[in-house]
């Protein structure tokens, strides 16, 4: 009598039915929680606002040279609560003009949505038309041309920084700063382009290798 071994019961690899979020979402999510981190780091960097407007520290200055002395001094002290400023400067102006702050979302969302983070194997159609990654990076290009400086976007954009930069150097050129502690080995820099550049490369490190694996 021959035996018989358990019967061996077929398997097979049955693939989830719950769909998967794009990896456009999840770089999505990457990025802005890194530019959150970023912009929070920054923000407690900031000097207390009762130093910055200390009138008691306020003079004028006795010559040009000097004037740029200080304003190099309080650049490096207050740098970020300056960059505080333009940034109030700059969203006082655009809610005060919603026109333009709609383009200007517009044309921010129309990146991030339609190139940034759109999954490479959903090509973007638009009135039955597939448009290439090439393609649609040319019309964004041509969109932010127009944007910007065909409509009152970029005047905007020039005036409102122009105005804080005003209010920063005029700060800085009548702020004594023989009572501030600067530190000499801060590195020199550290400024409103390495700060903002820093924010950005630190917000995009985390976004690219799930952008990359949308066009593997």
């Not at 923000?43 to 000097?66: C, G, N, V, Y």
């Not at 009135?127 to 393609?135: A, C, L, P, V």
């Amino acid at each position: 009598m021959s035996s018989t071994g358990p019967p061996v019961l077929p398997i097979s690899t049955v693939q989830s039915t719950e769909s998967q979020p794009p990896i456009s979402v999840s770089a999505f999510r990457a990025f802005v929680s890194r530019l959150n981190d970023s912009f929070r780091n920054g923000i407690s960097q900031r000097r207390p606002w009762p130093e910055l407007t200390d009138r008691s520290a306020f003079s004028k200055p006795e010559s040009f040279s000097e004037a740029t002395l200080r304003i190099r001094k309080n650049y490096s002290y207050f740098r970020v609560n300056y960059l505080m400023v333009i940034g109030f400067t700059l969203a006082f102006s655009l809610l005060s003009h919603p026109f333009s702050l709609l383009l200007l979302l517009g044309l921010l969302f129309s990146w991030v949505f339609m190139y940034l983070f759109r999954p490479a194997d959903q090509p973007l159609v638009i009135f039955g038309r597939t448009f290439s990654d090439r393609e649609t990076l040319g019309i964004l290009i041509i969109l932010s041309v127009f944007v910007i400086f065909l409509t009152s976007v970029g005047s905007l954009l020039i005036s409102a920084i122009m105005v804080g930069f005003g209010l920063v150097c005029a700060h800085g050129a009548f702020r004594a700063p023989e009572d501030l502690f600067l530190d000499e080995q801060e590195p020199a820099n550290t400024g409103f382009l390495s700060f903002l550049g820093g924010a950005a490369s630190n917000a995009a490190a985390a976004a690219v290798p799930a952008v990359s694996a949308t066009r593997i």
